[in-house]
């Protein structure tokens, strides 16, 4: 992970030294600025939106899995 940010950050400092390269310092700009919107716009969603239901699923899972462990003769907490 962090390789892959520091050939990110050589490739936007590249892009900022050169000479010819307007558009590609305009893209980098543009695009971190649109995360950045995405990132708080999220951020500041009430969490009853952003719920998938992965609660309910989980603890389905869980009864589920304690059952079987329990038929193998395992004990689960």
């Known amino acids: 992970m ?3 940010f520091q050939i990110l950050a050589q490739l936007a400092l590249h ?18 600025s649109a995360y950045l919107l995405i990132a708080m716009v999220v951020l500041i969603q009430d969490e009853t ?3 998938l239901g992965l609660e309910k699923a989980y603890l389905s899972f869980q009864d589920g899995a304690s ?11």
């Open 2 to 4: 962090v390789y892959t």
């Open 15 to 32: 892009y900022f030294k050169g000479e010819e390269s307007l558009g590609e310092r305009s893209i980098c700009i543009v695009a971190a």
């Open 49 to 51: 939106r952003l719920e």
């Open 67 to 77: 059952q079987w462990l329990n038929n193998q003769g395992v004990e689960s907490q």
